[in-house]
């Protein structure tokens, strides 16, 4: 399975950034999709996953601002960022359950 993550980019805080991940495969059989996320000098670590059967995690730092989506069509899975902070700058990469991680998407938050 490749992952393609795309949607990165540069933005001011309180703005907003939509990511996508397009899998090379049906997303259906994969289970669960999500994002995890890397700053510098932090560890990789969960923002939202999402399983074929609608059910969503996030956490608690994504609750209310972040929402997860999927569209089996497109074999896509999307992650709306909204009321972005400096703080979630960072590396986001796409999360295929038991398969490799995709490259990385870098988001800036400028204050």
């Known amino acids: 399975v490749q992952l393609q993550a795309s949607g990165g980019g540069l933005v001011q805080a309180g703005g907003s950034l939509r990511l996508s991940c397009a899998a090379s495969?049906?997303?259906?059989?994969?289970?669960?999709m999500g994002w995890y996320r890397q700053a510098p000098g932090k560890q990789r670590g969960m923002v939202a996953i999402?399983?074929?059967?609608?059910?969503?995690e996030y956490a608690d730092f994504a609750k209310g601002r972040f929402t997860i989506s999927r569209d089996s069509d497109k074999n896509t899975v999307f992650l709306q960022m909204n009321s972005l902070k400096p703080e979630d700058t960072a590396v986001y990469y796409c999360y295929a359950f038991r398969h490799p991680w995709g490259q990385g998407t870098l988001v800036t938050v400028s204050s």
């Open positions: 999402i399983s074929n059967l609608d059910s969503k």
């Open positions: 495969v049906s997303i259906d059989g994969i289970g669960i």
